[in-house]
């Protein structure tokens, strides 16, 4: 009688989870609204769990089929989920020689952090020496413009709207604020004389949670999501900037894990997702102590080249601060003299 249980069991579940796998990775591909509560977990926690369950079946019925299904799901788990992308590129780049003499590149260090209204977050990220600094739930205009002096000196540019601000070197050339917003707006011209337009983004909350199986609160989760995906819309916009002269960075917030539809305006809009392009180690930023989801992001226009991406711990209770590098595109060679 138990071998012929183990036998049904050593059929059935394989067959079941195979079911599961193909449904979950058709919603996962499509991204639609009704399905969010489930493309919202992450691709990792999925196969972890059909993994665990295959490897239970495996132990207590045997067969190929468990171990198959084991297989499949270990591979997934390390080929599309970008937690284990970022530890193999961590791995890889650990054992990789950087040639000495090779060539610095114009780098531009982009810094988002999450203050909840305290400095020591804020002190945190500077010393990441960031050239742009994009903070939410910003502390006060005077801890502000202390960090910025010692970051850029005379040079400085703080802009602060409600609990966003964006710092930065160089000059303000126009501004989009509104205390009530989601976002704040800021074109920089640098120094050097290249344009950067820099939104700060904390849209409101899209994350799994326990209870979100619940009809109510499913409910609530794609009202989120239409809204954060007009938010984005609204703010910024699908189309792309090409000018050598203009780059684009969106940071901040975006309360939805990578791979929901929220993002999908910036996809089409032709923005690099800084982490998952170049990331390293483990990006995800949410909750600060044992983060599970990325909630924090920054985003990059195409003639912004991605060198670096990294999460770094916040001293305060907000959550993981992110650091990416990037190469600045080349300067616009001087039309010839007649």
Not at 11 to 40: F, G, K, Q, S
Not at 224 to 252: C, F, M, Q, W, Y
Not at 263 to 292: K, Q
Not at 313 to 318: E, F, I
């Amino acid at each position: 009688m138990w071998r012929k249980t183990q036998k049904t069991f050593a059929t059935v579940v394989p067959v079941m989870l195979a079911m599961a796998y193909v449904a979950v990775a058709i919603c996962l591909l499509n991204r639609w609204d009704a399905m969010v509560a489930v493309t919202l977990i992450p691709v990792w926690l999925w196969c972890a769990a059909g993994a665990t369950i295959s490897l239970l079946c495996w132990m207590i019925c045997r067969g190929v089929a468990p171990g198959v299904m084991f297989c499949l799901f270990l591979i997934t788990g390390i080929g599309f989920s970008e937690e284990a992308v970022g530890i193999v590129r961590e791995l890889y780049q650990s054992f990789q020689k950087q040639p000495a003499d090779s060539p610095a590149p114009s780098v531009l260090r982009v810094v988002n952090v999450r203050c909840e209204g305290e400095e020591a977050p804020l002190r945190k990220a500077a010393e990441s020496a960031p050239d742009i600094l994009i903070v939410q739930q910003a502390p006060s205009r005077e801890i502000l413009d202390a960090v910025a002096d010692q970051l850029y000196g005379v040079q400085r540019t703080v802009t602060l709207s409600g609990t966003h601000a964006i710092l930065g070197r160089g000059e303000v050339v126009a501004s989009i604020a509104d205390p009530s917003s989601p976002a704040l707006h800021v074109r920089l011209r640098r120094p050097d004389g290249l344009i950067l337009d820099v939104s700060n983004l904390d849209l409101p909350g899209c994350a799994p949670r326990i209870d979100m199986w619940k009809p109510s609160v499913w409910k609530q989760l794609i009202d989120a999501r239409i809204e954060n995906r007009r938010l984005v819309r609204t703010h910024l916009g699908e189309h792309p900037l090409d000018r050598k002269s203009v780059v684009r960075i969106i940071g901040g917030g975006f309360g939805t894990p990578p791979g929901d539809d929220v993002f999908r305006p910036l996809e089409n809009s032709g923005m690099v997702d800084t982490y998952a392009a170049v990331g390293i180690g483990w990006g995800n930023t949410y909750p600060a102590d044992y983060p599970m989801l990325r909630l924090d992001q920054i985003w990059v226009s195409p003639n912004l080249h991605p060198i670096k991406a990294t999460t770094r711990l916040n001293s305060g209770p907000g959550n993981r601060i992110v650091v990416c590098e990037l190469k600045l595109p080349a300067p616009a060679k001087p039309a010839p003299a007649n």
